[in-house]
């Protein structure tokens, strides 16, 4: 059974900075794009960050310059340094990843239970 478990959420002021991580566990293959998404009160589940398996990444404008993604190959984890939050970066943060388990044909789509960051202004 393949998981994704998230933490380092929390509470902070804005101007602050938080570092979310994700590990993927089980039996695990290959593990393609790695990413987090943002689910904002009262708002749809978007995009923030995501990263390749060869470590080529994409941002949300809104993060660009503030936020930086990054991954460990070996360790199967995927890490979001947030810095100079705001109270706009309110909400849960979720983890998202395909992998590939082992004895798989095909890449699956898998999602953590998420975090909380809350930004104070």
């Known amino acids: 059974q393949v998981q994704l478990m998230e933490s380092g959420g929390g509470l902070v002021q804005a101007g602050g900075s938080l570092r979310l991580s994700c590990a993927a566990s089980g039996s695990i293959f290959s593990i393609d794009v790695m990413g987090w998404f943002l689910q904002a009160p009262g708002k749809q589940r978007e995009l923030v960050a995501t990263?390749?398996?060869?470590?080529?990444?994409n941002y949300a404008d809104s993060v660009k310059g503030r936020f930086t993604i990054s991954r460990d190959n070996v360790k199967n984890t995927v890490l979001l340094q947030m810095n100079s939050l705001k109270p706009e970066d309110t909400g849960v943060y979720y983890c998202?990843?395909?992998?590939?388990?082992?004895?798989?044909?095909?890449?699956?789509?898998?999602w953590g239970q998420g975090t909380q960051v809350t930004v104070s202004s």
């Open positions: 990263i390749s398996s060869v470590g080529s990444t």
């Open positions: 998202n990843a395909n992998i590939k388990a082992d004895g798989g044909r095909r890449y699956t789509n898998y």
